[in-house]
């Protein structure tokens, strides 16, 4: 993840950005200011193809296809409960559910098809986007709250677990 500058409608927003498996997209990310809600970008090749206005986008991620996942809550630590949203590649809603965990991070399968969301203080979900239902659920070997990352092992897709966005991989599963 860095931090970049993207303009959007004549504006220049400093926003944590993350890149597509394949490199093809970008997605940014920032939080509400005081006048203004947060937002959610899709990038292609530097310039924006959306963006979206969440309350308080605090995680994102991008499939190679364009798909975008954010996560939208508003205090870390707290049980404020997360809004959970994937986005195709026009900026539609595909997936948007009110979760009751407490500042999860998330990310998108490469292909698009699954998101793990990471809350704090309680176990990664993996749903499936075509069944609407979670296929998975892991307990961390670690305290405290993973960063998740897919990726593809041997041609299958992987989670693998960080404690920040900058630091080693911890394990994978």
Known sequence: MAWETVEIGGESLGMNVEVSPCGNHKVGH?????????IVVLLDGGSPVWHQRLNEPRSTGVSRNGRVVAADWIKYGESTGARITVFDQEGQKLYNEQR????????????????????????????????????????????????????????YPRIGFRQNSNSEKLYEI
């Open 30 to 38: 920032r939080h509400s200011r005081d006048d203004a809600k947060g």
């Open 100 to 155: 009751d965990i407490s500042s999860p991070l998330v990310d998108i399968s490469a292909d698009g098809s699954k998101i793990a969301v990471c809350p704090y203080n309680g176990m990664c979900r993996v749903y499936d986007l075509d069944r609407r239902e979670i296929v998975m659920l892991h307990e961390y070997e670690v305290e405290d709250r993973l960063v998740p990352s897919w990726q593809a092992v041997e041609g």
